[in-house]
């Protein structure tokens, strides 16, 4: 399913917001290897969903996962800031306006049912344009997963 939803995302427009994300990873290319994995969730959304670092974090310690961390991933909150900052004041208002405005058109043209599953990535997608650094895109399944450990932690159990 989550094939036919990129594949469908991909013919209606999902090409042209990808190669926006590109560009703005190709502008910054210092960050450039932070920023791959958001150019390849742009392109190819349904299937992956975006969680913050810090859930992913509480999910292994809670189930005893013991892995090597990224140069990214050791690097102090303070760096992740002035990148969602300056983000924000380049690329992620502009692409943020951007999955808007799909979400709007794809809103519009519901008659056509192709178009229902594009509104949901473009507002998971809009959130994402915002602040790039400090999250993680990982398969549905295991957001999922990292969403109730999380909720179950919170709870105490």
């Known amino acids: 399913m989550a094939l036919l939803g990129n594949i469908i995302w991909f013919l209606t427009g999902g090409v042209l917001v990808g190669l926006i994300y590109l560009l703005g990873a190709i502008i910054f290319f210092p960050l450039f290897p932070f920023l791959w994995p958001l150019v390849k969730y742009s392109f190819w959304p ?29 690097s102090t909150g303070t760096i992740r800031f002035l990148g969602n900052v300056l983000w924000v004041f380049t690329f992620g208002w502009l692409l943020a306006i951007v999955h808007l405005g799909a979400c709007i058109l794809n809103t519009c043209l519901f008659f056509l049912i192709l178009t229902i599953p594009n509104i949901g990535a473009h507002w998971r ?23 109730v450990g999380s909720a179950k932690q919170k709870l105490g159990m």
């Open 46 to 74: 349904f299937g992956k969903t975006p969680v913050s670092r810090s859930d992913l974090a509480r999910y292994k310690e809670h189930e005893d996962i013991l892995s090597e961390q990224t140069p990214f991933e050791q």
């Open 125 to 147: 997608l809009m959130g994402v344009a915002f602040r790039p650094f400090g999250r993680i895109i990982v398969p549905t399944a295991l957001a999922k997963e990292i969403e």
